[in-house]
């Protein structure tokens, strides 16, 4: 009886020991993927995508495939393939996270979690960069579809989501959908985020191209001008995304037949690519 309490004893140490192991490397594993997804946010890519795949390697060995955790780290590291543009290894994690979010298992719940959403949406953004436009529009309609059941419409991944489906849209040459859901996106941005966001110059620089093809020059001049602005006061004037603003004022000056605000632009646009 005794050498059987005491093997009791030990079997009881040895799974508090396992569960406490498995909390330490839950903690451990949550702490890695919040830190490379804040080095992803600041452009820090490399460093993004070690601690993203440390983090997923740890999951990978307490969970299933279709659990949150793996999802999110395997949607956040399929982002950092993309911005490296590795786009091979960006869409063979990407589709395997829609896959595991569509999983009838034991996340049934997943297949309308914003985490679906997400992975279609940069699922849909490799797609985009790899010229398949078709595929690309019909992963976002379908993250629209999802956002839209779990998400406010003022959610910031519920805009992000407009924004790149009116690009969709604007590539499959939907002029007028494109430019309805670019206005939409606007009015998400902010409100979720307030007057004057990133989110809103990026909508608003993409939203000016559109009108301009469609001749709408005033209007475009005026959303290419506001992008500018915004952008130099988030990002400061010898930023790419600046200077192609940048550009973009001088193009609609020209337009406008204003053609000394568009040498002026257009020269300053250069000297920042120059530099």
């Known amino acids: 009886q005794q050498a059987a309490a ?10 508090t020991r396992s569960s406490k192991d498995r909390t330490r490397g839950a ?20 460093d993004g995508e070690k601690q993203l795949l440390a983090a997923l390697s740890m999951l990978n ?18 982002s950092a393939f993309r911005a490296q543009g590795r786009l091979q290894e960006a869409e063979d994690l990407l ?18 979690h914003p985490l679906h959403a997400a992975a279609l949406s940069e699922l849909a953004a490799v797609c985009m960069d790899s010229g ?3 595929e690309a529009l019909s992963h976002l309609r379908a993250a629209a579809s999802v956002a839209s059941e779990v998400l406010s419409p003022n959610h910031p991944l519920a805009a992000a989501i407009l ?17 309805e859901l670019y206005r939409r996106a606007l009015e998400a941005h902010n409100n979720a985020f307030g007057e004057g966001s990133l989110a809103e110059a990026r ?21 290419f001008q506001r992008a500018h602005l915004l952008l130099t006061h988030r990002v400061g004037e010898g930023h790419p995304e600046t200077a192609l603003a940048l550009a973009n004022v001088g193009c609609a000056a020209a337009d406008a037949r204003d053609f000394g605000q568009a040498e002026e632009a257009l020269r300053r646009a250069l ?3 120059e530099s």
């Open 61 to 78: 060995d307490q969970c299933s495939g279709s659990h949150v955790r793996v999802i999110a780290a395997m949607t956040a590291l399929g």
């Open 6 to 15: 005491s093997a009791s004893a030990e079997i009881s140490l040895t799974r």
């Open 271 to 273: 000297k920042v690519e």
């Open 27 to 46: 903690r451990t594993a949550a702490a890695l993927q919040s830190l490379g997804t804040r080095a992803l946010e600041r452009g820090h890519l490399v």
């Open 95 to 112: 589709r395997k996270a829609h896959s595991h979010c569509e999983d009838r298992g034991r996340y049934q719940h997943l297949s309308t």
């Open 163 to 179: 924004h790149n489906l009116a690009d969709a849209l604007d590539q499959n040459g939907a002029a007028d959908e494109a430019e």
């Open 203 to 223: 909508t608003l620089s993409n939203l000016g191209g559109l009108l301009r093809r469609r001749e709408s020059l005033d209007e475009a001049r005026a959303a």
């Open 132 to 134: 398949a436009a078709e």
